[in-house]
């Protein structure tokens, strides 16, 4: 982004750290895993709970003081107020790590205008409020699916040029450039990061891994779209948290930070491996109308992490896998729960039975 004077991640007198979209998949691992590695820290979890957000994934943390949760929406100033008012109440210096998004793809192909609003008026309203408070961090996560979509070899850098495709990241792209904005206008001390496709447990199950474990349950088939060469580079969330929280303590002001997973795979290679893993058969593929401007590959250039912060991931795909999987298995009651309701009547629209 810009080079700003550095401003050093400074714990000595306390951190209360606000996650926006805590509730949320990433989220709620990056909330557990600080209450795990940063017990000393506090945590405001802020989230508007959607249908994407889920209170029972905190479950863990009840009792636990120094987390607190506050419902309410990042487009709606008293909210954001509410949140940082918590924040101050916890003291020490002020991080925020904003997850809250509108994230799935096939939902802002259906609509464009809720990705609009949160992505792009909520992470203006937080940058606002988070600039009057004079927080000491702001970091703003972000998707590889700014940088359009790839041929058959290359990487994305972290300066590659922005060429979103979809309306999801075209509304992430316009919230990068807000908070770039914010950093070259006001040295407000932000950072960015970019990452390809996590997987992990509690994952709403309209993303493509949660949704064939949940199909598989059922004895559904699995809806793979067009001809299922398009490439995603998988990321276990676990190994995403943590690349967060190393940009967020040991990160330059004003950097972007791409994160990858060094696993790129088609679609149709990653069903099989599942189905494999499951021991199902492949007649359970159905190949299924493409999604519309659908993103052919996408591949990260990790480097500058690994050589400025020193993470890369520390779990493979075999290992990580199986235990998702597990996972899913092991949790089969909130998959059920999450899957019921609204998210049916989306599946309807989305694969018509
Ligand atoms: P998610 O959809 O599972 O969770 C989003 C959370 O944000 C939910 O808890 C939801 O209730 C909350 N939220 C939505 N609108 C809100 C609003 N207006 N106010 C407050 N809270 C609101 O998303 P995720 O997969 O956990 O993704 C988290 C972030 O990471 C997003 O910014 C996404 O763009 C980014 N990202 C995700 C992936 C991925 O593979 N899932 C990859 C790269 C980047
Ligand atoms: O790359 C990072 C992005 O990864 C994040 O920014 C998004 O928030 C996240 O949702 C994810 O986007 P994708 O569109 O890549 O993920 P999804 O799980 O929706 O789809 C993964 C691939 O599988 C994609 O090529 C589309 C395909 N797919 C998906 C579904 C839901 C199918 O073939 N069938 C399906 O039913």
Redesign the pocket.
């Known amino acids: 982004m810009h080079a700003i004077p550095d401003q050093p991640f400074d714990a000595a007198h306390g951190v209360t750290v606000l996650v926006?979209?805590?509730?949320?998949?990433?989220?709620t691992s990056f909330v557990h895993m600080l209450a795990e590695l940063r017990p000393q820290w506090n945590i405001v979890n802020?989230?508007?709970?959607?249908y994407?957000?889920n209170l029972e994934n905190l479950e863990g943390l009840r009792g636990n003081a120094r987390h607190q949760f506050v419902k309410?929406?990042?487009?709606v100033d008293e909210d954001v107020e509410r949140a940082f008012a918590a924040c101050s109440k916890f003291g020490g210096k002020v991080c925020v790590v904003h997850?809250?998004?509108?994230?799935?793809v096939d939902r802002s192909i259906i609509s464009g205008r809720p990705f609009v609003?949160?992505n792009v008026l909520?992470t203006q309203t937080l940058l606002d409020h988070a600039r009057k408070l004079g927080v000491m961090r702001f970091v703003h996560?972000?998707?590889?699916e700014v940088y359009g979509t790839l041929g058959a070899t290359g990487a994305f850098s972290e300066e590659t040029p922005l060429a979103p495709n979809s309306p999801y990241s075209s509304s992430?792209a316009g919230s990068d450039l807000l908070v770039r904005a914010a950093v070259h206008t006001h040295g407000f001390p932000a950072l960015i990061t970019r990452?390809?496709?996590?997987y992990g447990p509690y994952?709403?199950p309209e993303?493509f891994l949660p949704l064939m474990i949940a199909n598989i349950g059922e004895g559904k088939s699995i809806p793979v779209y067009g001809d299922g060469l398009q490439i995603r580079d998988w990321l276990y969330v676990r190994d995403h948290c943590e690349a967060i929280l190393a940009v967020l303590e040991r990160g330059h002001v004003g950097e972007v930070y791409n994160i990858g997973g060094n696993n790129e795979m088609t679609n149709i290679a990653l069903v099989k491996r599942v189905l494999k893993e499951l021991s199902k058969p492949e007649s359970l593929i159905t190949y299924v109308k493409d999604r519309p401007g659908h993103d052919r590959r996408y591949a990260i250039d990790a480097t500058k992490i690994r050589r400025e912060l020193g993470w890369s991931p520390r779990y493979t795909f075999d290992q990580a896998l199986p235990e998702t999987i597990r996972w899913y298995h092991a949790n089969s009651a909130w998959l059920q729960r999450v899957r019921s309701g609204a998210y049916r009547d989306y599946y309807q629209r989305q694969y018509g039975s």
């Open positions: 926006t979209g805590g509730a949320g998949f990433i989220g802020f989230d508007a709970l959607t994407a957000g309410g929406d990042i487009c997850f809250a998004a509108e994230s799935h609003l949160t909520g996560v972000s998707t590889d992430k990452c390809s496709n996590n994952q709403f993303k």
